[in-house]
């Protein structure tokens, strides 16, 4: 695995080590680890039902 720097802006940071810490996270990176997939799923999620719709619109199964 490789690793990636991102700069975050200072008060971006704080607020996001409380809330890090709140949560429970055993650190800032696990956070925004945590933070990242569960974007990234949602938007491939949205990319993939639209294919399927697009798909089915094809089929004349919607119209």
Do not use: P, W
Request: aromatic letters at 8%; glycine letters at 4%.
């Amino acid at each position: 695995m490789f690793q990636t720097t991102i700069k975050l802006n200072k008060d971006l940071t704080a607020r996001a080590k409380k809330c890090a810490e709140a949560a429970g996270y055993s650190s800032l990176q696990e956070f925004v680890e945590h933070l990242l997939d569960k974007e990234i799923s949602q938007l491939e999620e949205a990319e993939s039902s639209e294919a399927l719709v697009k798909k089915f619109q094809g089929l004349g199964y919607i119209d």
